[in-house]
């Protein structure tokens, strides 16, 4: 079966505009959402450094649609694939290292990439996510209500876990609450499955490219003890927390999180 087609989005300027050859930062979301509300903010902490990407998953955002089963390998195997077309078209010059930073379902990408993809990338960040993400049952539930009563049914479960009790933004979080009600339905719950098929524990070890974790001290799905234990396995481990955040880390704490980005994927 082929990978399944995942749009690029540019958040910054890109290779072609870009004569001090800037290194590559390639961003994912988090299910439900869109990479250009979740991230452009962040990205533009960063343009000294990088040129940021963003990649949307299929049926989100910019992504097309995908009713067939789906797997966190294919999609690292999509994004790697993308940056060798990137590369391939001058929008990733030569010289520029490349990293990528996933969040929640797309940290488990950025796990598959480091384990499976590691000559493509000079270094990966995990951001709120773990190995493995709640339970094949949970998971398989929840695909089956959003077959049933669609991505509107999950926005208001999902919204409450996104955010930390202080976060204020409405404006924010409702560009992405519309992002997730936008979001493909039969997309988002084989997205659900892929979660539940997922879990990367065994392979922690394998993992020798510089990795970085960072969590939210206030997420209740992707704990500090996950960013932390991933850390402490891989070869070679940094880890951080943002304690005044929870699950949506760009949204609720750019610049902080853009610092941490800038600092450890060295």
């Not at 290194?23 to 979301?29: C, M, N, Q």
Request: hydrophobic share 40%; charged share 20%.
């Amino acid at each position: 079966m082929a990978n399944p087609h995942i749009a690029v989005i540019r958040l910054t300027e890109s290779g072609s505009f870009d004569p001090e050859v800037r290194d590559t930062l390639i961003v994912g979301p988090g299910m439900g959402t869109s990479v250009n509300g979740l991230f452009t903010e962040m990205a533009q902490y960063l343009t000294h450094r990088f040129q940021v990407i963003g990649i949307d998953l299929p049926g989100h955002g910019q992504s097309p649609a995908r009713h067939e089963a789906i797997s966190i390998a294919e999609l690292a195997d999509a994004v790697s694939e993308l940056v060798r077309n990137l590369r391939h078209t001058g929008t990733i010059r030569g010289e520029s290292k490349v990293y990528f930073a996933g969040l929640s379902i797309s940290g488990q990408i950025a796990l598959e990439l480091a384990i499976e993809h590691a000559d493509v990338f000079d270094g990966i960040a995990v951001m709120a996510s773990a190995p493995k993400i709640g339970t094949a049952e949970d998971w398989a539930e929840r695909a089956q209500v959003t077959r049933t009563s669609g991505t509107q049914s999950m926005v208001e479960s999902s919204a409450s876990l996104w955010v930390s009790d202080t976060f204020q933004d409405d404006t924010k979080l409702e560009v992405q609450k519309q992002a997730l009600k936008s979001a493909d339905d039969q997309s988002y719950a084989a997205l659900c499955e892929a979660l539940g098929n997922y879990d990367a524990g065994a392979r922690l070890h394998e993992i020798s490219l510089p990795l970085f974790t960072v969590a939210g001290g206030q997420d209740q799905m992707c704990t500090v003890a996950d960013a932390e234990h991933i850390a402490s396995t891989v070869h070679e481990g940094t880890t951080a927390v943002i304690e005044n955040a929870a699950h949506l880390l760009p949204l609720e704490q750019p610049q902080q999180l853009a610092a941490l980005l800038d600092k450890n994927l060295a």
